[in-house]
């Protein structure tokens, strides 16, 4: 006999029911971004020319690109007037054929409880031929071995980086950052 395989929304409306702490669940996901846009307008209000751009993904996810000279200020912005007091992870892209790289924090909020299933992915591009960003451990300490790792496979430079040894290579490691697009490693 076939079955027929429930969607989430069909899942979350019956658990309402049955739970009165999942009251309002299925309503939930067809909210609006308002959150999210506003959020974004208090960023733009506060750094007008400082953001680059500024994007909802989907439902609790914002892209904010900002102009690395700015990353400091707008990053004490988010932890002390807006609540991103977590970062949950640092990233870093190689774009090669643009000759950049992108740092990403991905940036989330304990302390205010309102946003908590909020994220923020704080971008900066810098060049590649000249790697160096402004270390954000002195705002999220948490952040230190991710930065870290994104010096040792990136050859990224944090200025202001409290511990930029290695952390994951051998010591006597002398090749380029494994993690760089044009690095190749013998297949054999």
């Not at 900002?66 to 807006?82: C, G, H, N, S």
């Not at 892209?93 to 940036?107: A, C, G, K, P, Q």
């Amino acid at each position: 006999m076939p079955t027929k395989t429930r969607g989430s929304r069909t899942r979350n409306h019956h658990a309402s029911r049955k739970n009165p702490k999942l009251q309002g669940v299925s309503s939930e996901l067809s909210l609006s971004h308002e959150r999210e846009d506003n959020l974004i307008k208090t960023l733009k209000e506060n750094f007008p020319t400082d953001i680059k751009d500024a994007t909802v993904m989907r439902r609790s996810r914002i892209n904010v690109t900002v102009a690395p000279e700015k990353i400091l200020d707008i990053a004490l912005f988010l932890r002390d007037k807006l609540g991103f007091d977590h970062p949950t992870g640092v990233s870093a892209v190689d774009y090669n054929r643009e000759s950049r790289f992108e740092i990403v924090y991905h940036l989330a909020s304990i302390a205010n409880p309102a946003q908590r299933d909020i994220l923020i992915n704080l971008k900066e591009s810098v060049p590649r031929n000249t790697p160096k960003a402004t270390s954000l451990v002195r705002i999220w300490p948490g952040v230190e071995n991710f930065e870290r790792e994104s010096i040792e496979m990136f050859g990224l430079q944090f200025e202001g980086h409290p511990r930029p040894e290695k952390l994951f290579l051998n010591d006597n490691w002398d090749g380029p950052p494994p993690m760089r697009k044009e690095v190749r490693f013998p297949t054999d």
